[in-house]
């Protein structure tokens, strides 16, 4: 059974940081490339920062110098470090894994865990 389990989230004041932490099981991890999302209520869902199976990192210009992104494959887990949070940071924040093979990509997606910086 594929799962992904997110945790980390939480009440933070302005300035502050937050490790969020998103924990697979079901799949074989080190294949796919792995992203963070954040949404919040009438918005779309938006990207926020991604790695690929090789470690590349890319970053939405809103979160760059901010935040981090890492995985440990050996834990099956992606990391998003998020330093110097805002306000405007507030959302569920998601974690979400893709493959992709010829003819078909395969996304899994976690539950969310909610990111709430206020003073």
């Known amino acids: 059974q594929v799962q992904l389990v997110e945790s980390g989230g939480g009440l933070v004041q302005p300035g502050g940081s937050l490790r969020l932490s998103c924990t697979a099981s079901?799949?074989?991890?080190?294949?796919?490339?792995m992203r963070w999302y954040r949404q919040t209520p009438g918005k779309e869902r938006e990207l926020v920062a991604a790695?690929?199976?090789?470690?590349?990192?890319n970053y939405a210009n809103s979160v760059k110098g901010r935040f981090t992104i890492s995985r440990h494959n050996a834990k099956n887990t992606v990391y998003l470090q998020m330093n110097s949070l805002k306000p405007e940071d507030t959302a569920v924040y998601y974690c979400?894994?893709?493959?992709?093979?010829?003819?078909?990509?395969?996304?899994?997606w976690g539950q969310g865990t909610q990111v709430t910086v206020s003073s």
């Open positions: 979400k894994a893709r493959e992709v093979l010829p003819g078909r990509v395969d996304d899994y």
């Open positions: 079901g799949f074989t991890f080190s294949n796919y490339a």
């Open positions: 790695i690929s199976v090789g470690g590349s990192t």
